[in-house]
Nanobody
Framework: QVQLVESGGGLVQAGGSLRLSCAAS????????MGWFRQAPRKERELVSA????????YYSDSVKGRFTISRDNAKNTMYLQMNSLKPEDTAVYYC?????????????????WGQGTQVTVST
């Protein structure tokens, strides 16, 4: 069982930056692949970025590639999402998720545990 808690969301102007954190409970964090998803109003939840247990493999959606950076610190049971050059279209609730197994996964169905989400709002 893994419990996930996101933090770091907020209101920022376009072009600004935010750093999201996802703190995981339990001692088996390093056995999970992790991901960041987001859901904007009236839109489906989508995968933004994902990372394998070792951090060797990372995935970014086309919409955030070059602007967002995913990372994790297994010693601290924490995953991060550094978001730079934010755009109004990045406005959404951001969720972290954990998938049992060490390999990177990109489908929502593969994720076993989810956080409650943190709101990110980018103003013009």
């Amino acid at each position: 069982q893994v419990q996930l808690v996101e933090s770091g969301g907020g209101l920022v102007q376009a072009g600004g930056s935010l750093r999201l954190s996802c703190a995981a409970s339990g001692r088996t964090f390093s056995t999970y692949a992790m991901g960041w998803f987001r859901q904007a109003p009236r839109k489906e939840r989508e995968l933004v970025s994902a990372i394998s247990w070792s951090s060797i493999t990372r995935y970014y959606s086309d919409s955030v590639k070059g602007r967002f950076t995913i990372s994790r610190d297994n010693a601290k049971n924490t995953m991060y999402l550094q978001m730079n050059s934010l755009k109004p279209e990045d406005t959404a609730v951001y969720y972290c998720a954990a998938s049992h197994g060490r390999l990177l996964v990109t489908t929502q169905e593969a994720y076993d545990y989810w956080g409650q989400g943190t709101q990110v709002t980018v103003s013009t």
